[in-house]
């Protein structure tokens, strides 16, 4: 008998609705852009997964094998009552903090993803493996649906893992750290996911590697514009262009098209031309410091607790803990 519980905040209309939004503005703009959250249909998810697994792409080995190493240490000094967790996806790594817990502690874990079939997956598997921890899944964007969190049960860990706090520009960036501040008492704790800042080239050749992978990935958020909004593009006219920006310490995601491109959008009576070397801005994929991540999560409400990193310093799983609000 199923047992988790799923909320759902978003459907399919609803991101479509959000999709023609955000591709009427983004072509409007110069450089023209697209929002990351776009590559991820079920072709994105696998090339994603397969990006994971390129000799190129440290952050998701680096950032599992922290986890792997600190996972008991910090579920038995944190002895969460309450974990959520945003942009979850199938909750690969947060399986290893749950198999860690300290026995007898009730847990509830709250996943939130836009996919409402990962979170099933999840829910599922997880009711198999681990059927003491109970589900409250929520279909959602964490940028939108955090106040869909039920309340605490205890003491409260949220988790965002992959640097995909990096995928966001600053003013969203500290909006978003500030609901999450917003979810959390005394206590309480953050973990989140950080790239950091090292030598150019290992940067670039994580986003540029040898099979062509990222490339295909980049290409496909034009494929799923294309399904969606019934759009013309044509994603293998575009070149795939990533690049590190150091004085924004942030690699940057570009299509660039070599030749003139004249696309429709027909769900918003759209026409779109490209010009020769111009270029669509897909993904923002900023880099970080101790002292801009301090700084990052001070704003915010936060401060830093611990600073976990790798012998080599690639990646880094920070603790924060909410700064004692002002009178």
Do not use: C
């Amino acid at each position: 008998m199923r047992r988790y519980r799923l909320e759902i905040h978003t459907d399919a209309h609803a991101r479509l609705k959000t999709m023609a939004e955000d591709v009427f503005r983004g072509f409007a703009e110069r450089p023209r852009r697209l929002p990351p959250k776009y590559f991820y249909d079920a072709e994105g998810s696998r090339l994603f997964d397969e990006i994971t697994r390129l000799p190129e792409y440290y952050p998701t080995r680096v950032e599992a094998a922290l986890i792997d190493t600190l996972a008991s240490t910090l579920m038995r000094s944190l002895r969460p009552a309450d974990i959520v967790e945003l942009g979850s996806g199938f909750s690969t790594k947060t399986r290893r903090l749950l198999a860690a817990r300290a026995g007898g502690v009730p847990l509830r874990y709250t996943p939130i993803d836009v996919d409402e079939a990962a979170l099933r997956a999840a829910a599922e598997q997880l009711e198999r493996e681990m059927p003491d921890v109970e589900v409250h899944a929520v279909v959602g964007d964490f940028e939108r649906h955090l106040v869909h969190v039920p309340s605490p049960r205890g003491r409260r860990l949220v988790l965002f893992l992959g640097s995909t706090i990096g995928n966001l520009d600053p003013p969203e960036r500290h909006g978003l750290l500030t609901q999450i501040r917003d979810l959390l008492q005394s206590g309480d704790r953050l973990l989140l996911g950080v790239d950091l800042v090292k030598a150019v080239a290992t940067l670039e050749a994580a986003y540029n590697d040898a099979a062509g992978v990222t490339a295909r990935f980049n290409r496909n958020i034009l494929h799923v514009v294309n399904r969606g909004l019934g759009a013309t593009f044509q994603p293998e006219a575009f070149r795939h262009h990533a690049f590190y920006n150091g004085p924004a310490s942030r690699i940057e995601m570009h299509l660039v098209a070599d030749a003139v491109q004249t696309a429709r959008v027909r769900s918003l009576d759209l026409t779109v031309r490209m010009e020769p070397g111009e270029s669509l801005w897909t993904e923002s994929s900023y880099k970080f410091t101790p002292d801009s991540t301090r700084a990052m999560l001070e704003e915010a409400g936060f401060h830093l607790d611990a600073w976990h990193t790798d012998a080599r310093a690639q990646f880094a799983l920070v603790l924060a803990a909410p700064a004692p609000r002002r009178a």
